[in-house]
């Protein structure tokens, strides 16, 4: 089978398994979305692309931004970052407050929810303008001056972002924020309200999968030596508490969100982003975690 047919085949099978989980409940603007969109989209490295289903619908990509943004720290901020925030699998929830509380206020790693505050924190302290700046960075290396935040997201999530609220102030209480949490939350919400369709998310994720240089737009994200790193900690730390699990059974790198939205690189070949919104209980995509594992081992085009 080529990769068309097993994308197709793929998306009819686990598309039509009965549902599980559901769609996250603490964000009321992402009920909002049909809980049965399904799309699935694959970028090549030689900027062919082939799309199953709701592939050009956009979605709230929520954490897989986290990546973005502490690709734009890495690049501006250089090792120094690392200092401020581990590189370590949390094995926790990604809002856990007992862990930062027990870490003396210093995030396992930049994928959970503290860890990308003090992100956003370093960002804010590097950029004039840091929501505008973080937009511009990522529409030029995907080429898309169409990209935006949701208003409506990232206000939904603040009015009642009780725990995110509390464990920014747990980080300032440890004098591990130079900003105001205020401002690191407004920042925070916004990151995780960009909104992107499968093809776009998959599209931009190609310089994880080219060395750090995006070949759409021909930039240069991250180094060679940074894009490895930042595919490592996507492989350990991508998924939260499961993201063992996911490394496991997909064999790739790469981050979900509470969106409903996974994406995976396969370096030196591909980019794949599957979304569908029902959740499991750790927080990730329940059919996108199916449609990864089956879609690796049809494919035989895991790492490892
Ligand atoms: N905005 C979400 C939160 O802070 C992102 C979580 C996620 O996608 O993992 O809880």
Redesign the pocket.
Known sequence: MDIKEILNSLHTKIKSLPHQGEQAT??PELLTVDADRFGVYVANLDLTGIGVGDYEQAFSI??IAKVLSVSLAYQLCGESIWSRVGVEPSGTA??SLLQLEADNGIPRNPFI?SGAMVICDILITALDDPKEDFLTFVKTIANNPTLSYSTQIAES?KEI?YR?IALCNLIKSFDNLNNEPDEVLDF??NL?SLEMSCEAVAKLFLYLANNGTCPISGTDVLTLSQSKRINALMQTCGF?DESGEFSFKVGLPGK????GGIVAIHPDQYAIVVWSPRLNAK?NSYKGMLFLEEFTSLTEQSIF
């Open positions: 603490y964000i929520q954490s990604f809002n929810n999530e972002g995110n925070y919400f995780c939260y979900s969100g509470v969106g927080g």
